[in-house]
């Protein structure tokens, strides 16, 4: 952070910024442009979002004065305005990936297909793309990050969202040389994967979210995403389909993630997991082969061994990515991606019997949810991503309640480019 305070300061007292453009103003976006409004040389220079009043609000409510903002579609005038120093907010996503002087794109939609356009325009136009948007890079982020690479720019992962705040507790163990057995995070809501929307109604208006978000976290969809992030960008598995979800606190966290012959729950070390009773933060539970490290470990009192826990008790979301904008544009560097390839998915499952004919919806909402598997099995079984469902996906058979989806259960909508990406991804990377 020194180093992000001293080159940023460099960049403003030389009269320069970094520019980025935010693609969605619900509350991750809003948020973010609240925080980069107290960053010197960081500037949240162009907003989109479908309804431009919650855009030009979001900039408002932060203090950039109305008469510096300026509404258009147009790319153009986009451009023009940009050069001039003005705030440019729009409904259409492409002046966010196509306009000159905009360095960095966040995604701050959370819909697969919304982030797979917004991602793939950004790499075309040799921007760095910043996803605030995990449900999108749970099912075709590695394509996004090798067409990123060839392209010569940085696909990434948050800093302060789950999978980045673990990243680097991960990173840390792994680069200080210590084996990395279990990583994952707490879960911070009770999980009901029959929950809907319209029993979340009044807790999310409360919350300021909307009900399908809401939903998303306490079915626990979101976590299943977030954890297959985390197996794609590491390599580490679920050790079964859906992980174990422990209730631990620390101090016994490292006797119940453990192997079942030693008494915990474990079938294997290299791991993805998620504990009721350690939310909001994240962990990684690591070990030494070293004698004296042990004794080191045990002499900082990081407990008995063999196995020790590492764990930040807090993430802060859209407020930690201007660390990986950041590092995007000064060091090329990713704070997370898919580096490993598909290594697990989040699989479709039916919250209620489905008939022929019927259609299902979106993530966070009243006929599936999700949970993650290797994805190797789901290969092996056919089952579907849930980042490719929506509201157009036909269902061709019946399905029970609490059934997986396959493939061959829906019609998907195949001019998605979601879809076309996972496709893709799925004949190039496997």
Known sequence: MFTMNNKLQELYNSGKNIRVSIV???????????????????????????????????LISTGFSKEDIVVTDSLEDANFYLERGKFVVSENTELATRANLIDVV?????????????????????????????????????????KAKEAGVVYTGTAGDEPGATMELYNFAEGLGFDVLVIGKGKNNPLNVYVT?????????KKELKPGMLTEFVDGTNT???????????????????????ESDLKNLTNILSLKEDGGVLNSYGVVEFVKGIAPGVFIIFTTDQEEVH????YLSMGPGPNYVLYRPYHLTCLETPIT?????????????????????TVTVAKKDLKVGDRLDNIGGYTVYGTIERHDIAKKENLLPIGLIDENTIVKKDIKKGQFI?????ELNKDKTVYKLRRLQDKNIG
């Open 24 to 58: 969605g103003a619900g509350k991750m976006g809003k948020g973010l442009i609240s925080q980069m409004s107290r960053i010197k040389a960081m500037i949240p220079a162009l907003v989109v979002n479908r309804h431009v009043e919650k855009a030009v609000d979001a």
């Open 106 to 146: 966040v995604d701050a939609t959370g819909v697969p297909e919304v982030g797979a356009n917004v991602a793939l325009d950004a790499i075309d136009n040799r921007k760095h793309i910043v996803m605030l948007n995990v449900e999108t890079d749970a099912v075709v982020g590695p394509i996004l990050y090798r």
């Open 197 to 205: 929307p319209d029993m979340l109604y009044e807790e999310a208006m």
């Open 224 to 246: 299943m995403i977030e954890l297959t992030s985390l197996a794609n960008a590491t390599g580490l598995i679920p050790d079964i389909r859906g992980c174990h979800g422990v």
């Open 295 to 298: 004794k080191q470990l045990k």
């Open 325 to 345: 904008i950041f590092d995007a544009c000064f060091y090329k560097k990713a704070t997370i991606a898919p580096v490993k390839g598909q290594v697990a998915d």
């Open 406 to 410: 396959t493939y061959d259960m829906v």
